[in-house]
Nanobody, 116 residues
Framework: QVQLVESGGGLVQPGGSLRLSCAAS????????MGWYRQAPGKQRELVVT???????NYGASVKDRFTISRDNAKNTVYLQMNSLKPEDTAVYYC??????????WGQGTQVTVSS
């Protein structure tokens, strides 16, 4: 089983930056897809970005030019660098891992609040 734990969330002003971390209890080497999703109050969970084991990324349109995902298999950790944050980025951010056709593994989430 894979356990994912997010950290790094917090309160930041518009235009600021945060880096989220997702630490896996087991190796993420065997997880083809790693990524981040987010959910704001009253809204559906949406894709932020995914990254494959080969480094292919898929960003949501609203974050493509501002967020960057990275994957460190040696540290069993995935990061999300978030720059130029906007109030609409406010959400709980969830780490995700899955293979083709497999169940999705989810972290418990970390709150990101962007407000002046």
């Amino acid at each position: 089983q894979v356990q994912l734990v997010e950290s790094g969330g917090g309160l930041v002003q518009p235009g600021g930056s945060l880096r989220l971390s997702c630490a896996a209890s087991g190796s993420i080497f065997g997880m083809y897809f790693m990524g981040w999703y987010r959910q704001a109050p009253g809204k559906q969970r949406e894709l932020v970005v995914t990254i494959t084991s080969g480094g292919t990324t898929n960003y949501g349109a609203s974050v493509k030019d501002r967020f960057t995902i990275s994957r460190d298999n040696a540290k069993n950790t995935v990061y999300l660098q978030m720059n130029s944050l906007k109030p609409e980025d406010t959400a709980v951010y969830y780490c995700n891992a899955h293979n083709f056709g497999s169940q999705h593994y989810w972290g418990q989430g970390t709150q990101v609040t962007v407000s002046s």
